[in-house]
């Protein structure tokens, strides 16, 4: 071939490949999109971690940590991986176990502002480290799934073979209790991890205290779960109170690591009582508890002494006709220890009202018709406290400084998106605050920012970037995601949702839609965080071609006390209302194919599966849900009785919400998956709904994953995704 032929073609070709081959992007996978997946990780956008040190931001990495500069931003190196695996080794006179050297340095801490050392805990140690002179000064055993630490005592509560135990700065081990076990359960989250409860023991500001509960569940009836895996298969019975059945007991003990002696608090009888929301005053002598009766109506924030137990009374009383629910404890001023805030839904929203220790309301520091999500801290220095709330918008998370003077807001972020997200294990915010309360770390997405992280300093108006964050999907056909409102079916509540398109979306086509759903309390689905906080499956579905739809309806969270309980005693009623507003505006589109619509949901949102498909046959032609509610009468005291009162008080509303009577209206295709051993919602629900198919003679497909719980664990995750998708791509393509 002439060579200069040869170069005119291959000139044409550079020129209209990228219009052909080389503009085509990558297509994901369920590898890349689900958690659990081989490459998730690498497809959500990059993270950095950091902690304070005082008013010193530390940005820890992999292997090393360093000192931010306010000013200039610039990192200085202050400790590393090698230094500390040193400074071990000289420790221990020159040989250490494999196990105790440190592979990570991502979840150091720095307990102490006014000494540089390092909390570093890596199982089976936790040592403090020197940096400046690069040694261990500090080291203690670490080898318990439940530990709870002190910085101010060093001391550490944990919990082994069932029974509580405190081992002091110095190694020593005390025993608090004998009798633990499967039915006495002692330092440990009870009530279900209801009511903002996630442990079971609470350190005393000086540390030289422990309060702790102890469970007795012993007159709670087990729930026979089987364990597959012996030779023969084995019970492994599950203590599990049902609503309107026999609950647990619970009781506050305190431990005196001084005079190693334990006392209970007088309390009075623990039947049908919940304790919640621990927490100790600023001078360690009282305990400050929101308890509540069963029916969960009536709270009471009581006081204890903690040195006799004794009752000191009652403080603060609050009463909802339909259920009052307290989620976070207390919090006194650090600069006046007669002084605190409550916070409360008392008006219809979350806000914060400053109370003294006699329980008299001094004032309303925040009012309005949004809700305070968390109180994340004080600046003392300017008399302020500051919140994450959701005043900018009922999807955003943003981050507010309040004087209490006031209660004047300003806000600290860019008024977009969705903030502070940097979680405790509590839920909470607090560690993204400098000790003084001057500064704090935003780490925050928008629907099309994936992640940034900014350093906001109080009184400024200006706020420094630390990091961004690429687009971890840029090489892919991602799909269009869109956020908008509809009216609920009361024709005056804005309904948020969220719409994902097909990659190559054509306006002028009829696409399969499905409609993704939870629907229940303490949940919601659509946030102005990436992408609307579409889940990653929704994506692989757009890929394939269906439309995907997500609506938040009444009941969800974070919209106040009137949004929240409409749904009051019968629970899956008003939400298919609104849910149906939604199928009507999906019909109203143009490129809805009305006659291939789907559901899918999880828990709360199987539930909501079946409830559509059943209530509505002749609308949905296929739905897949997983570890579905079918009665509440089996689901949990806590949850169920708080939304539905009891199978005594409320039986219309629990034979109206049943999805047994049900079972005879399926019609289209109904994949139930259920995990085999799940104690969140036990097989009974689904195993009971299809023995009333089977009297109905309808057809129900079952599937279930042996040995998991409400929630498939790494690949199962992976291959329960693949069989959800299958199933539309079978039934509704």
């Given at each position: 071939?002439?060579?200069?032929?040869?170069?005119?073609?291959?000139?044409?070709?550079?020129?209209?490949?990228?219009?052909?081959?080389?503009?085509?992007?990558?297509?994901?996978?369920?590898?890349?999109?689900?958690?659990?997946?081989?490459?998730?990780?690498?497809?959500?956008?990059?993270?950095?971690?950091?902690?304070?040190?005082?008013?010193?931001?530390?940005?820890?990495?992999?292997?090393?940590?360093?000192?931010?500069?306010?000013?200039?931003?610039?990192?200085?190196?202050?400790?590393?991986?090698?230094?500390?695996?040193?400074?071990?080794?000289?420790?221990?006179?020159?040989?250490?176990?494999?196990?105790?050297?440190?592979?990570?340095?991502?979840?150091?801490?720095?307990?102490?502002?006014?000494?540089?050392?390092a909390l570093l805990e890596n199982p089976p140690i936790r040592v403090l480290y020197d940096w400046k002179d690069k040694k261990v000064v500090w080291k203690q055993e670490y080898s318990y799934d439940i530990s709870d630490w002190s910085p101010a005592s060093r001391a550490q509560a944990f919990v082994s073979n069932d029974n509580l135990f405190v081992m002091d700065a110095e190694g020593e081990t005390h025993q608090l209790s004998t009798d633990g076990s499967r039915e006495i359960v002692y330092g440990q989250s009870v009530h279900r991890d209801e009511f903002g409860i996630y442990k079971g023991t609470f350190w005393s500001p000086d540390g030289q205290k422990l309060a702790f509960y102890r469970m007795d569940q012993s007159m709670v009836s087990d729930y026979p779960q089987v364990n597959l895996s012996t030779r023969i298969?084995?019970?492994?019975?599950?203590?599990?109170?049902?609503?309107?059945?026999?609950?647990?007991?619970?009781?506050?003990?305190?431990?005196?690591?001084?005079?190693?002696?334990?006392?209970?608090?007088?309390?009075?009888?623990?039947?049908?009582?919940?304790?919640?929301?621990?927490?100790?005053?600023?001078?360690?002598?009282?305990?400050?508890?929101?308890?509540?009766?069963?029916?969960?109506?009536?709270?009471?924030?009581?006081?204890?002494?903690?040195?006799?137990?004794?009752?000191?009374?009652?403080?603060?009383?609050?009463?909802?006709?339909?259920?009052?629910?307290?989620?976070?404890?207390?919090?006194?001023?650090?600069?006046?220890?007669?002084?605190?805030?409550?916070?409360?839904?008392?008006?219809?929203?979350?806000?914060?009202?400053?109370?003294?220790?006699?329980?008299?309301?001094?004032?309303?520091?925040?009012?309005?018709?949004?809700?305070?999500?968390?109180?994340?801290?004080?600046?003392?220095?300017?008399?302020?406290?500051?919140?994450?709330?959701?005043?900018?918008?009922?999807?955003?998370?943003?981050?507010?400084?309040?004087?209490?003077?006031?209660?004047?807001?300003?806000?600290?972020?860019?008024?977009?998106?969705?903030?502070?997200?940097?979680?405790?294990?509590?839920?909470?915010?607090?560690?993204?605050?400098?000790?003084?309360?001057?500064?704090?770390?935003?780490?925050?997405?928008?629907?099309?920012?994936?992640?940034?992280?900014?350093?906001?300093?109080?009184?400024?108006?200006?706020?420094?970037?630390?990091?961004?964050?690429?687009?971890?999907?840029?090489?892919?056909?991602?799909?269009?995601?869109?956020?908008?409102?509809?009216?609920?079916?009361?024709?005056?509540?804005?309904?948020?949702?969220?719409?994902?398109?097909?990659?190559?979306?054509?306006?002028?086509?009829?696409?399969?839609?499905?409609?993704?759903?939870?629907?229940?309390?303490?949940?919601?689905?659509?946030?102005?965080?990436?992408?609307?906080?579409?889940?990653?499956?929704?994506?692989?579905?757009?890929?394939?071609?269906?439309?995907?739809?997500?609506?938040?309806?009444?009941?969800?969270?974070?919209?106040?006390?009137?949004?929240?309980?409409?749904?009051?005693?019968?629970?899956?009623?008003?939400?298919?209302?609104?849910?149906?507003?939604?199928?009507?505006?999906?019909?109203?589109?143009?490129?809805?194919?009305?006659?291939?619509?789907?559901?899918?949901?999880?828990?709360?949102?199987?539930?909501?599966?079946?409830?559509?498909?059943?209530?509505?046959?002749?609308?949905?032609?296929?739905?897949?849900?997983?570890?579905?509610?079918?009665?509440?009468?089996?689901?949990?005291?806590?949850?169920?009785?708080?939304?539905?009162?009891?199978?005594?008080?409320?039986?219309?509303?629990?034979?109206?919400?049943?999805?047994?009577?049900?079972?005879?209206?399926?019609?289209?295709?109904?994949?139930?998956?259920?995990?085999?051993?799940?104690?969140?919602?036990?097989?009974?629900?689904?195993?009971?709904?299809?023995?009333?198919?089977?009297?109905?003679?309808?057809?129900?497909?079952?599937?279930?994953?042996?040995?998991?719980?409400?929630?498939?664990?790494?690949?199962?995750?992976?291959?329960?995704?693949?069989?959800?998708?299958?199933?539309?791509?079978?039934?509704?393509?």
């Amino acid at each position: 071939m002439n060579k200069h032929f040869s170069h005119f073609l291959l000139t044409l070709l550079a020129f209209t490949l990228p219009l052909s081959i080389m503009a085509q992007k990558k297509t994901f996978t369920l590898e890349d999109l689900n958690y659990g997946g081989m490459n998730y990780r690498s497809m959500t956008p990059e993270n950095q971690t950091y902690a304070w040190w005082g008013d010193v931001l530390i940005h820890n990495t992999r292997n090393t940590c360093y000192s931010i500069d306010p000013k200039t931003l610039e990192e200085t190196q202050i400790l590393s991986i090698e230094e500390v695996n040193t400074a071990l080794k000289e420790d221990a006179g020159g040989t250490v176990p494999l196990n105790e050297l440190f592979v990570y340095l991502g979840s150091a801490s720095f307990p102490y502002p006014d000494q540089p050392l390092a909390l570093l805990e890596n199982p089976p140690i936790r040592v403090l480290y020197d940096w400046k002179d690069k040694k261990v000064v500090w080291k203690q055993e670490y080898s318990y799934d439940i530990s709870d630490w002190s910085p101010a005592s060093r001391a550490q509560a944990f919990v082994s073979n069932d029974n509580l135990f405190v081992m002091d700065a110095e190694g020593e081990t005390h025993q608090l209790s004998t009798d633990g076990s499967r039915e006495i359960v002692y330092g440990q989250s009870v009530h279900r991890d209801e009511f903002g409860i996630y442990k079971g023991t609470f350190w005393s500001p000086d540390g030289q205290k422990l309060a702790f509960y102890r469970m007795d569940q012993s007159m709670v009836s087990d729930y026979p779960q089987v364990n597959l895996s012996t030779r023969i298969a084995t019970e492994e019975p599950d203590k599990y109170p049902m609503a309107g059945e026999t609950s647990h007991k619970v009781t506050v003990g305190v431990y005196d690591l001084a005079s190693d002696k334990t006392i209970y608090l007088k309390a009075g009888d623990p039947t049908d009582r919940y304790f919640t929301n621990i927490q100790w005053s600023p001078d360690a002598k009282r305990i400050y508890i929101q308890e509540l009766n069963r029916d969960q109506t009536d709270i009471e924030l009581t006081v204890y002494d903690a040195v006799t137990g004794d009752k000191e009374g009652v403080i603060y009383r609050e009463h909802n006709d339909k259920y009052a629910e307290p989620l976070t404890p207390i919090t006194f001023l650090p600069w006046d220890d007669q002084k605190f805030i409550l916070q409360s839904q008392k008006d219809g929203y979350n806000h914060l009202y400053l109370m003294d220790v006699k329980g008299r309301e001094i004032k309303q520091i925040t009012k309005g018709p949004w809700v305070v999500l968390d109180l994340i801290g004080f600046c003392k220095k300017r008399g302020s406290v500051i919140i994450l709330s959701t005043e900018a918008n009922p999807i955003q998370n943003n981050l507010y400084e309040v004087k209490l003077s006031n209660g004047k807001r300003t806000l600290l972020d860019n008024g977009k998106g969705c903030h502070a997200n940097t979680y405790q294990p509590d839920g909470k915010h607090s560690s993204i605050l400098s000790a003084s309360g001057t500064a704090l770390y935003d780490n925050y997405s928008e629907p099309d920012v994936p992640r940034n992280i900014e350093l906001i300093t109080l009184g400024k108006d200006k706020r420094e970037r630390l990091f961004t964050a690429e687009d971890p999907w840029k090489d892919y056909d991602a799909p269009e995601f869109s956020c908008g409102t509809i009216k609920a079916a009361d024709n005056a509540t804005d309904l948020y949702y969220r719409m994902v398109k097909p990659i190559d979306f054509d306006p002028t086509k009829k696409y399969p839609t499905v409609i993704y759903v939870y629907g229940g309390p303490h949940s919601r689905n659509v946030e102005a965080r990436w992408h609307y906080s579409s889940r990653g499956w929704e994506t692989y579905m757009a890929q394939k071609g269906y439309l995907l739809f997500i609506l938040d309806n009444r009941g969800s969270c974070d919209r106040g006390l009137e949004f929240e309980q409409a749904t009051f005693r019968q629970l899956g009623q008003l939400e298919m209302a609104d849910q149906m507003k939604g199928v009507e505006f999906l019909k109203q589109q143009p490129y809805v194919d009305a006659d291939r619509i789907g559901v899918h949901g999880w828990s709360y949102g199987g539930f909501m599966t079946i409830s559509l498909m059943t209530n509505h046959p002749d609308v949905f032609k296929v739905g897949v849900a997983g570890g579905p509610v079918i009665d509440w009468q089996w689901y949990e005291v806590m949850y169920g009785e708080r939304y539905m009162d009891t199978p005594q008080t409320n039986p219309e509303g629990y034979e109206k919400t049943s999805l047994l009577r049900q079972a005879k209206n399926l019609k289209g295709h109904l994949q139930i998956i259920q995990g085999l051993n799940d104690k969140t919602v036990v097989p009974q629900h689904c195993l009971r709904f299809i023995d009333e198919c089977i009297k109905a003679g309808t057809h129900p497909d079952f599937f279930v994953y042996p040995g998991e719980p409400h929630n498939m664990r790494g690949r199962k995750s992976v291959h329960l995704h693949e069989r959800i998708t299958q199933y539309f791509e079978d039934h509704l393509k």
